[in-house]
């Protein structure tokens, strides 16, 4: 499929699962560098968009929620583009301090956060492609599976729960998971079993009475099933 069709795709399935301020985020944010990025560096990367998030709506060190331009989700890995252009930045030093600080927030929270030039993008982008294939060259590696795929195993919540566990040293607590992903507290229980049954999850026992009180991700770190 060509990008244009691919790419037209991708943005209607994320318009159709979006309201409200995400969805306005998206018809306002995914514009002329965006989609330049999307067609100039990740469809030569990838040649596809699972996983890829445009206008993805993170929270900053206040608690404010804001949008970067793309995120990656590979794995347990978080990465970010935002498209940087002179013009919005230069002129306004205020939300140039702003924009970085919340890159830095970012990668405290353990994403990866690629700040890349508008004007580089438009001139340059093989510099930005080659650059970018060498550093993500071992994540694109882990290409995800179709849900109409035999093999595709893990639902949207399993992925979430072992991405969960993973950022938190591998072990994941249902009471503190359920309130981080606003799901009731025995739904992620009933999930967490399934991925024990599944080889992905152990489950913790304490104390004498032998009650589960957490589960261990015991997967691989790089596993395409978290994509």
């Known amino acids: 499929m060509s990008f244009e069709a691919e790419h037209e795709q991708w943005i209607g399935r994320h318009l159709k699962l979006r309201k409200g301020g995400r969805l306005d985020a ?14 100039k560096i990740w469809w030569a990367l990838a040649g596809h968009f699972h996983g890829l998030h445009p206008e993805y709506e993170v ?9 970067v331009d793309f995120m990656w989700i590979v794995g347990f890995l978080r990465i970010v583009f935002e498209i940087m252009d002179f013009g919005s930045h230069g002129t306004d030093r205020s939300k140039y301090r702003r924009d970085l600080n ?26 930005i492609l080659a650059t970018l294939r060498n550093t993500l060259a071992p994540y694109l590696l882990a290409q995800p599976k179709r849900s109409g795929s035999a093999e595709y195993r893990y639902s949207k919540i399993e992925r979430e729960l072992m991405r969960t566990a993973i950022r938190n040293n591998r072990v994941l607590r249902p009471s503190e998971a359920a309130k981080r992903l606003e799901l009731h507290k025995m739904t992620v229980i009933k999930y967490c079993r399934l991925l024990v049954d599944k ?3 152990r489950a913790m026992a304490q104390g004498a009475s032998g009650r589960v009180t957490s589960y261990e991700y015991i997967g691989t770190l790089q596993s395409p099933d978290l994509v």
Do not use: M, T
């Not at 998206?26 to 067609?39: V, W």
């Not at 929270?59 to 949008?67: C, E, M, V």
């Not at 405290?108 to 001139?123: A, H, N, R, T, W």
């Open 102 to 127: 919340r890159g830095l927030y970012l990668q405290s929270q353990e994403c990866i956060v690629f700040y890349i030039s508008l004007d580089e993008l438009k001139e340059n982008p093989d510099f």
């Open 26 to 39: 998206l018809r306002r944010g995914h514009g002329f560098g965006n989609r330049l990025f999307a067609e």
């Open 199 to 201: 080889g992905k999850f």
């Open 59 to 67: 929270k900053d060190w206040r608690g404010r929620s804001y949008f």
